[in-house]
C-alpha cells in the first residue's frame, strides 16, 4: 500500500467538486463574468441566462418550479432564511416551532437566536436507532404551532426521518414543514412538493458542487409560503435573498445536479454495497455497534462505535491514510462526545469511540480494501495498548467503575 495515499472517508463533511462542475464553472470566472442583475448588456444577459438554466437543473433534480428555488450562500443561510424567516413573517399565526435535538447546529443555534426573541420552541429527543417517535411529534403540536424542522437525512450516522409521515402530520394540523435535506439532495430522491415539504435547504458541496452556494426550495403553490429576507438589499431572488448572485458557483451547482439526477441511482448502489463491505468487515472486530438504523439510512454512511477505544486516539493511528470523523465537523475541534450520538442514547464512552465513515462519488474499492485494514489494525492496536481493554477482558464490569475527576 502506497503509505503517503490519503483515503478520503469523510464525504459527509464535504465532496470533492466533480471534474464536469469545475469545466462547467471555469468560462464564468472570466470571458463570462457579468453580473446577473446588468440588465443593459450582453455580459449580464449572459450571466443571468446561466443562472436560470442552473436553476431549473436543480428544479429539474427535486422535482419543482424552477420560481420555487432561491440561491443562498449555502445551507446554514438557507436553514436560517427558512427558519427566521417563517418565524417573522408567520408571528401574527404563532411563535411555537418544533424540531429535533439531532439537527444540524445551523438548525439549532438558529433556534435558539429565535428563543431570544420570544420564540418557543420544542426540541424532541430521539429513539434509539436515530429517528423520530411520530406520536412526540403529534403531540408536540399546539394552537400557536408554525413550524416544524425536521432534518431529510444526519450528517453523523446518516439516519433518514420518515418525511412523508412527518409531513402528513404537519399537514393535518396546517403547520408548515421545513426540512434540512443537505445530506439526502443528489444522493437519494428528494422532491419535495411529492413528499409535501414547503421549505427545504440544501447545499453545492455536499454534491459534488462547489462551497459558498446553496439553495433554499419555498413552496409557491399549496401553500404558498413566504419567508421574511434575513439580508436586504437590491432585492435579488424575489426579495428573499439580496446580494449580487455567485454566478460560477451557481453555475456548478446546477451542474452538480444535473449529474446527481443523472447517476445518483447507480452512485448510491455502487456505494452501499462499498459500505457494507466496510461494515460488515470492521463489525467482526470484537465490541463493535453500529449506530443509527440501519433500514433507515444513507447508502454511503456508516458510523460505528468500537467500544473501549478513544476515537480520536484511534483516528490519530490511521489520519495519515484515512480522513475521516469522530462527531461532526462542527464539533470535532472539541473534545465533548457527539451530541447527536448522545441525543440517542449512547453513553459518553460509546459516543467517544465513534467513527463516521463517509464515502462519496470518487470511492473505489481499493479504497474501502485499504481502510478496512488500516481501522481494524488501529482498533486492535490501541486496545493492546489500552488497561480498560484489559479489565474489560478479564471481566470486570467496567460500569460499575468510579471514576476519578470526570
Ligand atoms: C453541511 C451541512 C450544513 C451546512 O451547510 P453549508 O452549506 O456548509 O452551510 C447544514 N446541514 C447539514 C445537515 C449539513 O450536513
Same mark, same amino acid.
Given at each position: 500500500m502506497n503509505k503517503? &495515499?490519503?483515503?478520503?472517508?469523510?464525504?459527509?463533511?464535504?465532496?470533492?467538486?466533480? *471534474? &464536469?462542475?469545475?469545466?462547467?464553472?471555469?468560462p464564468y470566472f472570466f470571458e463570462k463574468h457579468g453580473n446577473a442583475a446588468s440588465r443593459s448588456h450582453q455580459f449580464g444577459w449572459e450571466a443571468e441566462d446561466a443562472v436560470d438554466y442552473a436553476r431549473e437543473q436543480i428544479a429539474q433534480l427535486l422535482d419543482v418550479d424552477d420560481k420555487e428555488v432561491i440561491f443562498t450562500s449555502g445551507a446554514t443561510e438557507s436553514n436560517n432564511l427558512a427558519i427566521k424567516g417563517v418565524f417573522e413573517m408567520y408571528a401574527r399565526k404563532g411563535n411555537h416551532i418544533i424540531t429535533v435535538e439531532t439537527e444540524h447546529k445551523a438548525v439549532l443555534d438558529t433556534c435558539k437566536h429565535l428563543e431570544k426573541a420570544g420564540a418557543e420552541i420544542t426540541y424532541l429527543k430521539v429513539q434509539e436507532d436515530g429517528l423520530v417517535s411520530l406520536t412526540d411529534l403529534e403531540a408536540a403540536i399546539? *394552537?400557536?404551532?408554525?413550524?416544524?424542522?425536521?432534518?431529510?437525512?444526519?450528517?453523523?450516522?446518516?439516519?433518514i426521518q420518515p418525511m412523508r409521515e412527518i409531513a402528513t402530520i404537519c399537514e393535518k394540523h396546517g403547520v408548515l414543514f421545513h426540512s434540512d435535506a443537505t445530506q439526502a439532495v443528489g444522493k437519494i430522491k428528494t422532491h419535495p412538493r411529492e413528499v409535501g415539504i414547503h421549505l427545504m435547504s440544501f447545499s453545492a458541496h455536499k454534491m459534488y458542487g462547489p462551497?459558498?452556494?446553496?439553495?433554499l426550495y419555498v413552496s409557491r403553490k399549496n401553500p404558498r409560503v413566504k419567508v421574511t429576507a434575513q439580508i436586504d438589499g437590491g432585492g435579488h431572488e424575489r426579495g428573499m435573498r439580496s446580494g449580487t448572485l455567485n454566478v460560477p458557483g451557481i453555475v456548478g451547482f446546477g451542474k452538480a445536479a444535473e449529474i446527481a439526477r443523472k447517476?445518483?441511482?447507480?452512485?448510491?448502489? &455502487?456505494?452501499s454495497k462499498l459500505r457494507d463491505r466496510l461494515q460488515a468487515e470492521l463489525t467482526k472486530l470484537e465490541e463493535t455497534k453500529v449506530n443509527g438504523n440501519e433500514g433507515s439510512r444513507m447508502p454511503h454512511v456508516t458510523n460505528i462505535s468500537f467500544k473501549h477505544v478513544e476515537g480520536e486516539g484511534l483516528m490519530m493511528t490511521f489520519n495519515q491514510n484515512i480522513a475521516v470523523s469522530s462527531g461532526s465537523a462542527c464539533t470535532s475541534a472539541s473534545l465533548e462526545p457527539s451530541y447527536v450520538l448522545v441525543g440517542m442514547g449512547l453513553g459518553d464512552d460509546l459516543a467517544h469511540s465513534s467513527i463516521r465513515f463517509s464515502l462519496g462519488r470518487f470511492t473505489t474499492e481499493e479504497d474501502v480494501e485499504d481502510a478496512i485494514k488500516l481501522v481494524s489494525t488501529g482498533v486492535n492496536h490501541m486496545r493492546d495498548l489500552s488497561p480498560i481493554w484489559e479489565m474489560y477482558k478479564d471481566g470486570v464490569d467496567l460500569s460499575k467503575i468510579e471514576w476519578a475527576a470526570h
Open positions: 503517503h &495515499r490519503l483515503i478520503y472517508l469523510d464525504n459527509n463533511a464535504t465532496t470533492p467538486c466533480d *471534474p &464536469r462542475v469545475v469545466e462547467a464553472m471555469v399546539k *394552537p400557536n404551532t408554525i413550524l416544524v424542522s425536521i432534518m431529510w437525512a444526519n450528517n453523523e450516522t446518516g439516519v462551497k459558498g452556494v446553496g439553495g447517476e445518483m441511482d447507480q452512485d448510491a448502489e &455502487r456505494l
